[in-house]
């Protein structure tokens, strides 16, 4: 092997070993995050904003779709290790279905149009991308298992909703005046965030590469 080859080699290996450590740190720094939620007025104690998908859209920009789909995953791993589940774990993959659609979609549009217009359509194409899935997740799967899980109809979940919000009258408007909020609302405020300090971080992943 050739003192050339085994430099591409040995450049291959350490960036590979780059990016595997990116992802850690953006895993590490997003279950940090998910300690720290927000509760919102318009929606029941449960529902609460956090931001955790922020490194993991950062590294979908940084590193492409699939890095961020495994950084989402390890945050979830990671979250289920430390805090264990209530929902036997249908929460936590519910949970990495919605903060997929949000950063996917995003991801997969700015590898295409690396430009800050590219960014913008990424994030309001994943932010509404969420919300359907969001709704859907919670309609069908995420309140029925929270239901079963604290031993409670959904009509107790729903009544939790509407003490907060006069609106919310059943399952439906639960899921149209408190989920779907709560998900354009996450979206937006990640998203955001996002724009704000890509430019200023992005160099970072870029070093050695």
Do not use: H, W
């Given at each position: 092997?050739?003192?050339?080859?085994?430099?591409?080699?040995?450049?291959?290996?350490?960036?590979?070993?780059?990016?595997?450590?990116?992802?850690?740190?953006?895993?590490?720094?997003?279950v940090?995050?998910?300690?720290?939620?927000?509760?919102?007025?318009?929606?029941?104690?449960?529902?609460?904003?956090?931001?955790?998908?922020?490194?993991?859209?950062?590294?979908?920009?940084?590193?492409?779709?699939a890095?961020?789909?495994?950084?989402?995953?390890i945050?979830?791993?990671?979250?289920?290790?430390?805090?264990?589940t209530?929902?036997?774990?249908?929460?936590?993959?519910?949970?990495?279905?919605?903060?997929c659609?949000?950063?996917?979609?995003?991801g997969?549009?700015?590898?295409?149009?690396?430009?800050?217009?590219?960014?913008?359509?990424g994030?309001?194409?994943?932010?509404?991308?969420?919300?359907?899935?969001?709704c859907?997740?919670?309609?069908?799967?995420l309140?029925?298992?929270?239901?079963?899980?604290?031993?409670?109809?959904?009509?107790?979940?729903?009544?939790?909703?509407?003490?907060v919000?006069?609106?919310?009258?059943?399952?439906?408007?639960?899921?149209?005046?408190?989920v779907?909020?709560f998900?354009?609302?996450?979206g937006?405020?990640?998203?955001?965030?996002?724009?704000?300090?890509?430019?200023?971080?992005?160099?970072?992943?870029?070093?050695?590469?």
């Open positions: 092997m050739s003192t050339k080859t085994m430099a591409n080699v040995n450049g291959e290996t350490g960036s590979k070993v780059r990016i595997m450590a990116q992802m850690g740190m953006l895993s590490a720094i997003a940090v995050l998910m300690l720290f939620e927000v509760p919102l007025p318009f929606a029941p104690s449960f529902y609460e904003i956090d931001f955790s998908e922020v490194p993991v859209l950062v590294g979908c920009f940084a590193m492409g779709p890095a961020g789909a495994v950084i989402e995953f945050k979830i791993l990671l979250n289920f290790a430390v805090n264990g209530v929902t036997a774990g249908v929460g936590e993959a519910a949970n990495f279905l919605i903060g659609a949000l950063v996917l979609p995003a997969m549009i700015y590898k295409k149009r690396r430009t800050r217009s590219g960014a913008i359509a994030m309001i194409t994943g932010t509404l991308f969420m919300t359907l899935v969001g859907f997740l919670n309609a069908f799967i309140l029925p298992a929270y239901a079963k899980a604290f031993g409670m109809p959904i009509d107790a979940l729903v009544g939790m909703g509407k003490a919000n006069s609106q919310i009258k059943g399952l439906s408007t639960f899921v149209i005046f408190a779907a909020p998900n354009l609302l996450k937006t405020l990640v998203s955001l965030i996002v724009f704000l300090i890509y430019k200023k971080i992005s160099p970072v992943f870029r070093m050695g590469r």
